[in-house]
């Protein structure tokens, strides 16, 4: 690496263009590799059932192509910034101070923009769905961030208290008649119950062993509710859940709806819009409750175990008390969302909960940047919205965004916004005496 830091002298780096160029040829053999079976011969299921494939070389061969001469660029780039002192001297100073001033004002502006969605595209009802589902992300990737961003902890299954807050809204309201305010806190408190069993058994556990037995959690969770078709109907689902109401009043067509109440046409729209704000305010309590929670001494014990689990022990630190809070306040958060999905969809079934989602939001806090509200906001806007901007590519749709979270991954592998500065450290540096510092220097 010494070769392509910034100063480094030509003595440093390797034999010019025959590296380059050795480099990119490997590059081009391993996306041969991969891309071969991926692209360059397509299957199918025939109209008699047989497997019917045919062979699409020409694009394979331009994805190659496109790997080489991008290998070659990326590396003559990074020897052309070397000499200029990196890329921050690209960059003019007044450029970076404009950068930093607009980035105070991005969380109000996204903010205020989230509140106009119903009001700018009120007659688009696939862009207030498609903000709905991006809102539910945003908490769920929100309520990950106390697990994995704040404590440390790797949570591969994080689905898991997603459905049991949406099968206990579902069991609660279709047995018992209970509305959805009750049954939210009911479903949030159950889902931290289990959050709580989930981070008993963990205890000792760390790394690649706690993503393990997570992952194991989530399976099990989905498959008791595959399997125990008494309670949860297992494959068929439950159906006919009741939808939230405002106040007591439902939004209905009826005589006792909202629309009659206020003396306004119905519109099946007047329903998108208030889910809209709901999951908006519940997304918004997600952020606030964790922001206060990070000053508060458990928020300052979930950073420290985060950064050293030895170091937090030896400060005296609670580790049972510390994990534990941090499993349930994830799962109570989770629980909410799933709740809210519930309610929207009408019907849930273990479909809806398989690893592939606990997958997804994980990675919205990954890439977003471990720790950061903002980062996990936009990376679940880049993330959902992604998949619908690339939806006309088809069978290339997650070939692209794969590439792009890839590229985004080198370049900044913190994530979106890497922030992982601790909520309490000193703002002032201090010197410290010459007789404490084995070098002899204050």
């Known amino acids: 690496m010494s070769a392509f830091l910034p100063g480094s002298t030509n003595e440093d780096q390797p034999a010019g263009m025959a590296f380059i160029l050795k480099k990119a040829f490997l590059s081009a053999l391993i996306a041969l590799g991969l891309f071969s079976l991926m692209v360059g011969i397509r299957t199918e299921a025939g109209p008699t059932g047989q497997l019917v494939f045919w062979t699409r070389f020409e694009e394979l061969a331009e994805l190659v192509a496109a790997v080489f001469f991008g290998s070659i660029a990326v590396e003559l780039f990074r020897r052309w910034l070397g000499p200029l002192g990196g890329t921050a001297g690209l960059i003019p100073?007044?450029?970076?101070?404009?950068?930093?001033?607009?980035?105070?004002?991005?969380?109000?502006?996204?903010?205020?923009?989230?509140?106009?969605?119903?009001?700018i595209f009120y007659n688009q009802r696939y862009l207030l769905d498609l903000g709905i589902l991006v809102l539910t992300y945003v908490m769920l990737g929100w309520g990950l961030n106390v697990v994995v961003g704040l404590?440390?902890?790797?949570?591969?299954?994080?689905?898991?208290?997603?459905?049991?807050?949406?099968?206990?809204?579902?069991?609660?309201?279709?047995?018992?008649?209970?509305s959805f305010w009750v049954c939210l806190p009911l479903a949030g408190i159950l889902a931290a119950f289990w959050g709580v069993l989930l981070g008993f058994p963990v205890l000792r556990l760390r790394g690649d062993y706690l993503a393990i037995v997570t992952l194991a959690f989530?399976?099990?969770?989905?498959?008791?509710?595959?399997?125990?078709?008494?309670?949860?109907?297992?494959?068929?689902?439950?159906?006919?859940?009741?939808?939230?109401?405002?106040?007591?009043?439902?939004?209905?067509?009826?005589?006792?709806?909202?629309?009659?109440?206020?003396?306004?046409?119905?519109?099946?729209?007047?329903?998108?819009v208030f889910l809209f704000y709901l999951i908006l305010a519940l997304a918004l309590l997600t952020n606030w409750v964790t922001i206060r929670l990070r000053r508060l001494p458990i928020g300052r014990a979930w950073e420290a175990l985060r950064e050293d689990e030895v170091a937090c022990r030896a400060l005296g630190i609670n580790i049972t008390t510390t994990k534990l809070t941090a499993f349930a306040t994830g799962a109570m958060f989770g629980g909410f969302a799933g709740a809210f999905f519930a309610t929207r969809q009408g019907f849930?079934?273990?479909?809806?909960?398989?690893?592939?989602?606990?997958?997804?939001?994980?990675?919205?806090?990954v890439l977003g940047g471990m720790g950061s509200q903002l980062g996990v906001a936009l990376a679940a806007l880049a993330m959902i919205g992604g998949f619908e901007l690339f939806r006309s590519l088809e069978t290339y749709r997650m070939l692209v965004f794969g590439l792009a979270m890839v590229l985004l991954m080198i370049w900044r592998p913190r994530g979106i916004i890497g922030h992982r500065a601790p909520t309490v450290f000193l703002r002032k540096s201090e010197a410290i005496s010459s007789d404490l510092v084995k070098e002899g220097h204050g």
């Not at 980035?103 to 106009?116: D, H």
């Not at 404590?151 to 209970?178: H, P, Q, R």
């Not at 498959?223 to 068929?236: E, R």
């Not at 079934?349 to 989602?357: D, I, L, R």
Request: proline share 9%.
């Open 93 to 119: 100073k007044p450029v970076q101070r404009g950068i930093t001033f607009a980035g105070r004002f991005l969380a109000p502006v996204l903010l205020i923009f989230a509140l106009l969605v119903p009001v």
């Open 151 to 178: 404590a440390g902890l790797l949570d591969l299954g994080y689905v898991a208290f997603y459905a049991v807050g949406a099968y206990s809204y579902a069991l609660l309201s279709t047995t018992f008649g209970l």
């Open 218 to 272: 989530g399976e099990i969770i989905r498959l008791v509710i595959l399997n125990w078709q008494d309670l949860t109907g297992g494959p068929n689902g439950i159906s006919g859940i009741p939808r939230p109401t405002l106040f007591g009043i439902p939004l209905s067509p009826g005589p006792d709806g909202l629309a009659a109440k206020l003396g306004i046409p119905f519109s099946a729209t007047h329903r998108i």
């Open 348 to 365: 849930i079934s273990p479909e809806s909960f398989t690893f592939q989602e606990s997958a997804l939001v994980l990675a919205i806090v």
